[in-house]
């Protein structure tokens, strides 16, 4: 008896797989190249005498379309690509630096040397200065300082508007550069091409 509350686990089938292929023709593509349309018992017939599995591939195609390989070749190739996709991909995060209106020098460009590699690694800056009791007073003394901040990452970063107080925080966002290719500037002409000198002839010898 299974225990209460715990349905019997279902039996894991491999969909698209061999008999499990609910169509009932395929564009079946053989190890040697071929591919034809034919009747999908058919084609698991060929796939089973050549040792191998039919598997559907394409199931939305007209017909579907199933290859004969080794199935557990196939799903370890299948799980290394969708491995290799993930680390192509870079999910941007927002890494946040806090300050105070009065931060010293030294805090200061330690905070910017950390934005920097954050957006050197791809991410989003955001730098907040918090105030506390009366400081809420001298608000724009924040303002400038996250302006000075932006001001000093320009070679790393865009600023994504305006410094914004909210409460007693005030915060801007910075978005990483673009790394741009080796292109002129927007509205300045290429380097003009330069011929290189050439040699005048040399005077007839004389006898």
């Known amino acids: 008896m299974y225990p209460r509350n715990f349905p019997p686990r279902r039996q894991n089938r491999r969909e698209n797989v061999n008999e499990f292929i609910r169509a009932r023709e395929v564009r079946a593509v053989f190890p040697d190249g071929t591919n034809e349309i034919m009747p999908t018992a058919v084609a698991l ?7 191998l599995d039919l598997v559907l591939i ?4 007209v017909p579907p379309v199933a290859k004969a390989v080794d199935f557990g070749h196939y799903q370890y190739d299948q799980k290394k690509k969708q491995h290799d996709a993930k680390k192509k991909q870079h999910v941007v995060l927002v ?7 009065n931060t010293d020098d030294h ?14 690694d791809g991410n989003r800056v955001k ?32 600023v994504e508007g305006m410094p914004r107080l909210e409460g007693r ?14 292109t002129a500037p927007a509205g300045q002409p290429p380097p003009a091409h330069t011929p290189p000198a050439q040699t005048p ?7």
Request: hydrophobic share 40%; glycine share 8%; proline share 7%.
């Open 45 to 51: 017939r060929k796939a089973q005498e050549l040792g």
């Open 58 to 61: 394409a199931p939305t195609a």
């Open 95 to 101: 890494k946040e630096l806090k300050f105070r209106p």
């Open 107 to 120: 805090d200061y460009d330690f905070k910017k040397n950390h934005a920097i590699r954050f957006l050197q």
């Open 127 to 158: 730098a907040v200065v918090q105030f506390r009791g009366r400081e809420i007073a001298h608000a724009d003394l924040g303002k400038k300082l996250l302006m000075r901040f932006a001001g000093d990452l320009t070679a790393y970063g865009s």
């Open 169 to 182: 925080n005030a915060h801007i966002l910075i978005s990483p550069v673009k790394a741009a290719g080796k």
């Open 201 to 207: 002839p040399a005077p007839p010898a004389q006898s």
